[in-house]
């Protein structure tokens, strides 16, 4: 493989991404296009496998399942090693930027709260604080028809707490879409190998939505 010029008289690309955008690129694709066909085609297999009566296609089906299963585990794999590289801005940094960024992008205002100390957590726990509000971002902007959205990442007496609120139309309207029904059971899985708790219910108004994530700083086994 031909060695990469960085050296004296070298000029990079003005059109060529440093490095952190690119993990940022490869980190996007996974988790937002490859994560959901992947879960969307273990979803569909194994409801054919439910529902034959023949013993081969239940074999051949079985065998799919183990499969995509694994090929989701190296997913989530990449993305912590992805998210494990030292260099690069730190987790209240990217929310900062991705709150900023869903500003300029969205007609929907936006308050938050997060907390510098989630800077010190693991790198798994601050992948999956990440992507929850990545996601909720993203849901909010596209199915909600919200004026107003909260951002709220804190640790209190030992646990995790990240709550996204909307004044929307709710989510039996809004997020009845087969997208948002996978990213839900990736993040609740995502949540449940953190010892946690993941939900979507409506607001205590009974308008928009509220997303909930919390987990405890240290694993139960751990203690």
Known sequence: MKAIATGPGYDQPSHQLDWGQQRDNIASVVHDEIC???NFLLHDIYWI???TENNAIKTRANHCIDELTKAMSKCRNVLLNLQSHGEGPS???CLEYTIDNFKKNSEISVSSEIDPDINQLEVHQQLVIFRSIQEALSNVKKHSHAKHVSVK???MLGHVH?????DGIGME???ATPSFCLGLKFQKQQSKELGGHFSVQKNSNGKGTKIHLTFPLYPVDSL
Not at 162 to 166: G, K, N
Request: glycine share 0%; proline share 5%; no cysteine.
């Open 36 to 38: 959901p066909i992947l």
């Open 49 to 51: 496998e439910k529902n």
């Open 91 to 93: 987790l209240y940094e």
């Open 153 to 155: 990442a804190k640790i």
């Open 162 to 166: 990240v709550v996204v609120l909307d």
């Open 173 to 175: 309207q809004a997020h």
